[in-house]
């Protein structure tokens, strides 16, 4: 089915669908329920916008970010796939070429009490083919309720074991990274990745006031962020870590596509599996998702 097809099949009084796509040739949909609004690019199944009905945007999206084919979004959602951080041979692209590639929705299906669940997918190609030599098919599940599940199902489609590391790279809007505090990575060891060193977290509410980059080490991390005026829930299943990072002043004005103060207003959750732990079987799926909503 076409893009168009789908979205005219889908179409109901509860679900409004819009496109919104970008001049520079970037396919852009948004999706209105009664419960909240969605908004996702299919270069990268890139989600850009998340609003619960009655709230502020939960996600960050950088007022300098480039919406360029071939070019990563600062902000949002990006998927690092199907590695997570730099590559080994450093030709290649940071955070794998998820982000740069060019999904296909797939499916759009309501479901019970206004929500709806959207599917995108990205297939092995000749051109993916040189970067990581492995048949594999990688859906994206956009499940939209008063809450956003994203969820990445990776298949191994060839004939040997498929090595995966990967995020799901959310950029928290938040008031003021002075201001909040994260809870939920009291007593797990973090590898800080600006030292190099493993430390501990003694803390059972995290401030920030530099420059941090740390991979925790847990399963299904059940976190909150607690903002001046709300609590933002997240909820982890198949990651082995939780990256949380925020550039403050040098990087963020290192950073073409970010602002001078943009670190005063994100905070990246990522849900992720780091190391190389994770071998996929010929014909086998890994599902790794990342909830965000705001405390009921
Ligand atoms: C985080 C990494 O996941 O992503 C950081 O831990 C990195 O080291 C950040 O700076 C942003 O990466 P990029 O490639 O989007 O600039």
Redesign the pocket.
Known sequence: MTLEQIISKSRSDALKIHRLDNPSGLKVLKFETPKASLVFHLQGAHVTSFIPRGASDLLWLSPMADFIPGK?I?GGI?V?WPW??KHSNTDLP??GFARNSLFQLLDVQATAGDGVIITLELNSSDETQVMFPYAFNLKVELTLSTSLTIKLITTNLSDRPLPLSQ?I?SYLNISNIHQIKLNGLAEYSFMD?LSGKTHKETRNSITFAEET?R?YHLNNAQLLVDDSTRRIVIEQQGDNST?V?N?WID?SQR?SDFADDGYLEML?I?AANTGNNLLLQPGDSYELSQTIGLEK
């Open positions: 990563a600062r990006p690092c997570f951080g940071q955070h995020a790279h990745q980059d991979i990256v990072w550039p990087k950073m990246c990522e």
